[in-house]
């Protein structure tokens, strides 16, 4: 694997950190809760190299 | 509190829902492999990275099947799934490999030029995952790919794709696209390593003629046709009109484009001695104003826009309600690739390919494609390759 792609999945892993972060800190809002849960599974699914 | 964390528990199963039901399917589809059968043809198997670096032990390389006659003659190279959602190039392939016995000369065929690319799909356009050709023993599943390589393979894209050698400054996409990186190098991107390797099998089997088998958009004017560079092009004019007399199809010749680089039918030609040429059948499911892109539009082709379309003459192919069915564009593959063996075989006698056993038109049409597949789970173990 070349090494910026190695990069690339090292910033895909900390914005999947990121929104995981929010998701469990976000009190209220609902909607943003879900748009965080979205956001996620293109995220994760590049991660576990399935799209 | 309590209330909270129900919600945030809802929304996690929901979440969980999605991304197992969608991925496993996406998972399933880039690990399912489709049986080819080496037919009496085939003397010999090779991988693509035995002829560039960098290709080994990853989802690019692919099988290269080599049909060997008992007396020397010519050589060519037949690639189909250059981009791996205009199926009718690799079914033409999988057909030659199954039945082609090559009496003088050599046929090598890579049904799968893109690999990757066969492994990924086109999720926001809502294609097949899958598609079957029925056959004279039940139903053979293939993968439906995308027009370039998955990024799971090649990732980033870069923000502009500097052609190389030209320089020439091509979307960001093409760098997955394995009809642009012609000629390719071979420390450069993944895509380009493929294109190389290629290169390299034309080079040191010193290949007299290259194929390169696609589908169009009706609504492109570069459909239904053999498009050809200058030194390919006077083969391609005789075996397009020899084609429209004795079989009655249309199958125009287009001009490569000099300016435009990257393409399998300008770089083989300008980077070798190898003459392209590259095959389009119109493929009615890859147009854009069209209903869903299903399974039965991939194969029938047949759709009531188009056909309104084709009423108001804005497409470049005749259209009907018989659709453009997937035996004609596979038939149609079949019989040009024989005829430019026959034309090149006329002005170099010394260098002909004298092949049995692949289908013309009438034949693909009046059978079904399915008609030319051996059935894998009767054929000898050793004989069939997973691709």
């Given at each position: 694997m070349p090494l910026i792609m190695i990069f690339y999945y090292l910033i895909t892993v900390y914005l999947i950190g990121l929104l995981a972060w929010n998701f469990l800190r976000e009190k209220k809002k609902i909607e943003d809760m879900a748009m965080y849960l979205l956001v996620l599974i293109p995220l994760l699914l590049r991660v576990l190299r399935i799209k | 509190m309590k209330r909270l964390g129900l919600i945030k528990g809802v929304l996690v199963l929901v979440f969980?829902?999605?991304?197992?039901?969608g991925g496993s399917r996406l998972y399933r589809h880039r690990h399912y492999d489709v049986p080819v059968v080496a037919g009496p043809g085939v003397t010999r198997v090779a991988r693509l990275s035995d002829f560039g670096p960098g290709l080994k032990g990853t989802m690019a390389d692919t099988w290269v099947y080599f049909l060997e006659g008992k007396e020397p003659g010519g050589k060519a190279l037949l690639m189909a799934n250059?981009?791996?959602?205009?199926?009718?190039?690799?079914?033409?392939?999988?057909?030659?490999?199954e039945n082609a016995v090559v009496e003088k000369g050599t046929l090598i065929v890579i049904p799968q030029f893109d690999h990757s690319a066969s492994l990924n799909t086109r999720s926001g356009d809502g294609y097949p995952l899958y598609f079957e050709i029925a056959t004279d023993w039940g139903r053979k599943?293939?993968?439906?790919?995308?027009?370039?390589?998955?990024?799971?393979?090649?990732?980033?894209?870069?923000?502009?794709?500097?052609?190389?050698?030209?320089?020439q400054l091509l979307s960001y996409i093409d760098v997955r696209n394995t009809n642009r990186t012609w000629p390719g190098r071979p420390n450069g991107p993944r895509m380009e390593k493929v294109t190389y390797a290629a290169m390299e099998i034309m080079r040191r089997d010193k290949v007299d003629l290259a194929f390169d088998m696609h589908g169009a958009e009706t609504m492109f004017p570069v459909t239904n046709c053999i498009v050809a560079p200058e030194k390919s092009i006077r083969i391609a004019t005789?075996?397009?009109?020899?084609?429209?007399?004795?079989?009655?199809?249309?199958?125009?010749?287009?001009?490569?484009?000099?300016?435009?680089?990257?393409?399998?039918?300008?770089?083989?030609?300008?980077?070798?001695?190898?003459?392209?040429?590259?095959?389009?059948?119109?493929?009615?499911?890859l147009d854009q104003p069209t209903g869903p892109k299903t399974e039965k539009l991939l194969l029938d082709g047949k759709d009531p826009f188009l056909l309104s379309l084709a009423q108001k003459k804005k497409l470049f192919v005749p259209y009907d309600e018989s659709g453009w069915p997937i035996e004609k564009r596979v038939g149609q593959h079949c019989s040009v690739v024989l005829e430019i063996f026959r034309q090149y075989a006329k002005k170099n006698p010394e260098r002909s390919i004298l092949?049995?056993?692949?289908?013309?038109y009438a034949e693909v049409v009046g059978n079904g494609v399915g008609h030319y597949f051996h059935d894998p789970a009767k054929a000898e173990k050793d004989r069939v390759y997973m691709n």
């Open positions: - | 969980l829902v999605f991304l197992i039901q250059t981009h791996a959602n205009e199926p009718e190039g690799l079914l033409a392939a999988v057909i030659i490999i599943k293939f993968r439906m790919g995308n027009r370039d390589a998955s990024p799971l393979d090649q990732w980033p894209d870069p923000d502009v794709y500097i052609h190389y050698p030209d320089r005789l075996a397009s009109l020899t084609v429209k007399a004795r079989e009655g199809f249309d199958n125009h010749v287009e001009p490569s484009p000099g300016g435009f680089r990257g393409l399998s039918h300008r770089e083989i030609g300008d980077y070798s001695e190898t003459l392209p040429f590259l095959l389009e059948a119109p493929i009615p499911f092949v049995n056993g692949i289908p013309r």
